[in-house]
């Protein structure tokens, strides 16, 4: 028998103001009746994820932040730089939920046998909205648990192990045999490293400091290269001959990084070319950019050659690329391994109202490599 | 009856050297005999085009360039910064033929009725090392030119009329339907405006010059914005609402306006959405880099949202792309066009010792718009 559902809940707004502030807050809404294909899903477990952070913050200066109200019910309120509002005028005015996935238990469900089915059951959802008590989603949007799962491992079902597959499906349609990946030592980026090793697909890893090459070293990689080394250079570019790697993904987004990769797989692919070519080599070099740990502006050097593309990668627009039969196909694959392939860790669980402590907030706004925050919403 | 052949002849060769420096010169060559397949095509009139620069001047600091030997016969050394030193590693000690294309008569011919077809006939071809008195090229690498055309007329059939069909034709290939285009009151850009008027496709010129401006209004150019206006932002993104253009291609390379054009397309596509989203807009925007002008990086600012992509476009792969039934499609199209739509217009005439004096280096190593110089090899 599924708990009784309340008639009103907690959720989690971001809200862009005019007097060029973001407000986060928690307010009260009304559960919803489910329609007849949704279910309504009791939050258990949701991430804060670095896609989640553009919608949650809005560019906001975390670190003039001050929150107000009490501990349980707090108000955060942080100033919007002017390049940052100008980006938002769209959202001046309107409290915009947040939060991509989570999992839960499905506490009603709509007449349709679909969502009959899964009622009492733990399920994953990637509805946006997630933080929250509760969250009425389509049942196209829930991942049904393999029996005995914890919503805990369920939260993380959707971005990062579609973002790790969607990578590795990429990389096929595309027509390269291997990978490159910055900021490698994240949670996605080891889910990465899993999965290349169980498919024999040559990954090289780019981490920033020593303890991450140790710790990718010890889940198995092969390949992890340090940038913040004088020799990062030519140990990728060695990587890269070793491995014929032709397509990164980076999550940093700014800076030289892109451009060093493609410089260096510019090297490698001459250095099998053996002879000179004027407009570089022939050989297509790409870089999708997924994320934006560095803000700052991307500068490309421009030193190789003519066959590069740069792009922007999101999971969303890949998911349309290979269709409902692909998503069911990485969706079923990734409820087989929740608990291995594509586990997730946390450094902290927080509430609702723990989300939005100042300390809270600065910390998961820094997307610190291996720090993880989970809302446990209904805490 | 065509004239006699010389056993040898003069070819102007570009070397770097171990030194550090490159060197310009002219030296004499044996003149071949044609194999079954080819034509020997005596070169009358050969174009400095910017895409021959990158060979011809290897990176060299032309401003540091000296000159030795007669008038007649001149040897230009420039030093290479260490930069262009690594980058031409390949070219150590290798002299080097320039020139991507000329045209000329043909004045000795294979044994294949298709060679044999064309002996004394005007060709273009583009089959480098043009830059010499006579060229020994493959059949398939020659356009015959309509009755009467003057090899001067016919000297840039390739590289700017087929860069401009290619424009058009990847516009198609990639679904837009709509051109941007930089640094376009080039030879080239002229040629964009003309086909594009033909075409009905709605093109939007980016210039850097009030007197650019006048010069593409007078061909017709509808859309014209100066990228040295305050108002330059507003004036593209104006221009871009009227015309949906989301594919652009940038000869200037270095800088910010590829990442310029991206966020005024991303403004224009946010405009006709209506409503905020958190990743931008779903519009897929594309910018090709095709020349560098501008030599130093791209800089990216990424406020654009994540639907974009950015690449080298080169001639070559793109006639690799549409294969050998779509390359003779336009060049059939361009021969029929050598004095009008595809016309080119040169300010100054040059022999092969005038081409290494060092004011006609120094002017067009410049790449200054409007300033292109032809080699007459024969003179």
Redesign the interface.
């Known amino acids: 028998m599924p708990p009784s559902v309340p008639a009103t809940a907690i959720q989690l707004q971001s809200l862009v103001r005019s007097d060029e502030t973001v407000q986060l807050s928690l307010e009260t809404v009304e559960v919803p009746d489910p329609g007849p294909t949704e279910v309504l899903v009791r939050v258990e477990a949701t991430p804060i994820n670095p896609s989640d952070l553009?919608?949650l913050l809005a560019g906001a200066d975390v670190a003039a932040a001050v929150v107000s109200g009490p501990p349980d019910w707090p108000v955060v309120t942080a100033p919007l730089p002017a390049?940052a509002m100008r980006?938002?005028a769209?959202?001046v005015g309107?409290p915009m939920p947040v939060g991509n996935e989570g999992a839960g238990t499905v506490v009603a469900a709509g007449s349709s046998p679909a969502a009959q089915a899964l009622l009492g059951k733990t399920v994953a959802a990637a509805g946006g909205a997630m933080y929250a008590q509760y969250r009425c989603v389509d049942v196209t949007l829930c991942l049904e648990l393999p029996d005995g799962t914890r919503a805990v491992d369920g939260a993380s079902s959707f971005v990062n192990p579609m973002t790790a597959l969607g990578m590795v499906e990429t990389m096929r349609l595309e027509n390269h045999s291997a990978l490159v990946h910055t900021a490698a030592a994240s949670n996605l980026g080891q889910m990465l490293v899993r999965v290349c090793t169980e498919e024999k697909i040559p990954l090289v890893n780019i981490v920033r400091r020593p303890e991450q090459v140790d710790l990718l070293r010890s889940l198995g990689a092969v390949y992890v290269v340090n940038s913040a080394t004088p020799d990062f250079m030519a140990d990728l570019t060695a990587a890269l001959k070793e491995t014929s790697a032709t397509l990164a993904f980076d999550a940093t987004?700014?800076g030289r990084l892109t451009?060093q990769i493609l410089a260096c797989m510019e090297a490698a692919a001459?250095a099998a070319a053996g002879?000179?070519?004027?407009?570089g080599s022939?050989v297509h070099k790409q870089v999708y950019?997924y994320g934006?740990l560095d803000r700052g502006?991307?500068?490309?050097?421009?030193?190789f050659?003519?066959?590069?593309?740069?792009?922007?990668?999101?999971l969303?627009?890949f998911l349309q690329r290979i269709g409902l039969d692909g998503i069911v196909r990485l969706r079923n694959r990734v409820a087989a391994g929740l608990t291995t392939t594509f586990a997730s860790g946390y450094t902290d669980q927080v509430s609702l109202p723990g989300a939005l402590a100042l300390d809270a907030v600065a910390a998961y706004s820094r997307q610190a490599t291996g720090q993880k925050y989970l809302i446990i919403p209904n805490r």
């Open positions: 553009g919608l390049a980006a938002m769209g959202r309107v987004g700014g451009s001459s002879s000179y070519s004027r407009y022939t950019i934006s502006p991307t500068e490309l050097t421009r030193n050659g003519m066959a590069w593309g740069i792009g922007g990668w999101l969303t627009p």
